[in-house]
Nanobody, 121 residues
Framework: QVQLVESGGGLVQAGGSLRLSCAASGRSVNNYVMAWFRQAPGKEREFVAAISWSGGTSQADSVKGRFTISRDNAKNTVYLQMNSLKPEDTAVYYC???????????????WGQGTQVTVSS
């Protein structure tokens, strides 16, 4: 079993930055795909970014050039650096993990509890 705990969310003004962290425990996630999804009120959960075990990444078009996903395998942790935040980025952000390959649908095996990100205009 893998447990995921997100942190780093909060309230920020438009144009600001936040860095989310997702700490994994239970087993090493070095061989897992790690991803970030988000869900705004009344909307479906949507893909934000993912990183493979080898460091390959994928981002949603809406965040390309603004968000960067990275991982520190020694710390069993994945990060999401969010710059140039917009009010439409407001959502609960979830960390997720799965084996083998990156997918942009919520077909992940493990999920964190989420962290709220609110961007004010």
């Amino acid at each position: 079993q893998v447990q995921l705990v997100e942190s780093g969310g909060g309230l920020v003004q438009a144009g600001g930055s936040l860095r989310l962290s997702c700490a994994a425990s239970g087993r090493s996630v070095n061989n897992y795909v790690m991803a970030w999804f988000r869900q705004a009120p009344g909307k479906e959960r949507e893909f934000v970014a993912a990183i493979s075990w080898s460091g390959g990444t994928s981002q949603a078009d809406s965040v390309k050039g603004r968000f960067t996903i990275s991982r520190d395998n020694a710390k069993n942790t994945v990060y999401l650096q969010m710059n140039s935040l917009k009010p439409e980025d407001t959502a609960v952000y979830y960390c997720a993990a799965r084996r083998i390959r990156i997918v942009t649908t919520p077909n992940y095996d493990y999920w964190g509890q989420g962290t709220q990100v609110t961007v004010s205009s």
